[in-house]
């Protein structure tokens, strides 16, 4: 059975400091797919990133930064010189690339507070 | 151009009722999928249909009932509303093998029941 942590329930910190957000994941299958989404106060759910379990390679996409792990299942994710807009509830996920199980599984997110 | 939207935004209600809950995609994705968001903001997977066909019932009652009439719509069908359902409902999408791909999300329909 597949499973997402995050143990992080809220963070706050002063803006433009950096903030990680730990994400740690449990599968049985070798290939998965992992996911990270941003739920902000107005509610919607905005995808940021998705990365397969064959590339381990670190992403960057301008402040955001992902870190990922498989021989710790860890799939972190680093806001760099946090702002305001970047409060928001975020969610890691992972889908197992099995035919009949075609769902996400979320962990139970992660509210950051940036404070100005 | 939304790509996937969902109607209502709100919806208020009293126990007992039937009500629904529309979902379009524009996306031209084969799968779509419905979740829901308790107050804790935990989000589980209800259903998902690929090509207009039930992929996944996640233990959900049967008051619950998706339809799906073509690749572009999957509504939401709830009798019978209890206290418990009052949730946010997301409506997502995304393209063939679904368990591969990315999931895109609608705005969420938040569910009152009083």
């Known amino acids: 059975a597949q499973k997402v942590t995050q143990a992080q329930t809220e963070i706050s910190v002063v803006e433009k400091e950096d903030v990680t957000l730990d994400c740690v994941y449990e599968?049985?299958?070798?290939?998965?797919?992992l996911f990270w989404y941003k739920q902000p106060p107005s509610g919607e759910l905005v995808f940021l990133i998705r990365?397969?379990?064959?590339?381990?390679q670190n992403e960057i996409s301008g402040r955001y930064s992902w870190n990922f792990q498989k021989s710790t299942s860890s799939f972190n994710f680093t806001i760099t010189a946090s702002q305001v807009v970047d409060s928001a509830v975020y969610f890691c996920?992972?889908?197992?690339?099995?035919?009949?199980?075609?769902?996400?599984?979320f962990g139970t997110g992660t509210r950051l507070t940036i404070i100005p | 151009d939304t790509a996937v939207s969902q109607t209502p935004k709100y919806l208020v209600t009293q126990m007992g009722n039937d009500k629904s809950i529309k979902c379009e995609q524009n996306?031209?994705?084969?799968?779509m999928y419905w979740y829901k968001q308790d107050s804790k903001k935990f989000l589980k997977i209800m259903f998902s249909?690929?090509?207009?066909?039930?992929?996944i019932n996640e233990t959900v009652p049967n008051r619950f009932s998706p339809k799906s009439p073509d690749k572009a719509h999957l509504n939401l069908h709830i009798n019978s509303l209890e206290l418990g359902d009052s949730a946010v409902y997301f409506c997502?999408?995304?393209?063939?093998?679904?368990?591969?791909?990315?999931?895109?999300f609608g705005p969420g329909t938040r569910l009152t029941v009083l």
């Open positions: 599968t049985r299958d070798t290939t998965y797919y």
């Open positions: 996920a992972l889908s197992e690339a099995d035919f009949g199980n075609e769902k996400l599984t």
């Open positions: 990365r397969n379990s064959f590339d381990e």
């Open positions: 997502a999408s995304s393209q063939d093998p679904p368990s591969t791909d990315t999931q895109y």
């Open positions: 996306l031209g994705h084969d799968t």
């Open positions: 249909y690929n090509n207009k066909e039930l992929i």
